[in-house]
């Protein structure tokens, strides 16, 4: 069993910064590979960012290359998103999801097998 959850959403304008954390617990954290996915209003959820689980493979979605950074703190069991430059297309719920079963991170939400709860990211123009 793994649980995730999120944290550091809110409201920002076009332009702003913010930093999302993903706690995680119930097994060890350096055994799956982790992921934030996103989902806006109306839209499908999409992947946004990956990383491997010793933390040194990063992968990123197009829209969000240059202004999200992936990164993972395996001592402390966390996930983190910083995500700068915000634009209003940003404004989504964010998910982080951990995967058992890759050592590096999947781009399909298919391959992931918990998930935590979501928290919202909202860009005004």
């Known amino acids: 069993q793994v649980q995730l959850v999120e944290s550091g959403g809110g409201l920002v304008q076009a332009g702003g910064s913010l930093r999302l954390s993903c706690a995680a617990s119930g097994r060890t954290f350096s055994n799956y590979a982790m992921g934030w996915f996103r989902q806006a209003p109306g839209k499908e959820r999409e992947f946004a960012a990956g990383?491997?689980?010793?933390?040194?493979?990063?992968v990123y979605a197009d829209a969000v290359k240059g202004r999200f950074t992936i990164a993972r703190d395996n001592a402390e069991n966390t996930l983190s998103l910083q995500m700068n430059n915000l634009k209003p297309e940003d404004t989504a719920v964010y998910y982080c999801?951990?995967?058992?079963?890759?050592?590096?991170?999947?781009?399909?939400?298919?391959?992931?097998?918990?998930w935590g709860q979501g928290t919202q990211v909202t860009v005004s123009s």
């Open positions: 990383i491997s689980r010793g933390g040194s493979f990063t």
């Open positions: 999801a951990a995967d058992l079963r890759s050592v590096v991170s999947s781009k399909s939400e298919a391959a992931y097998d918990y």
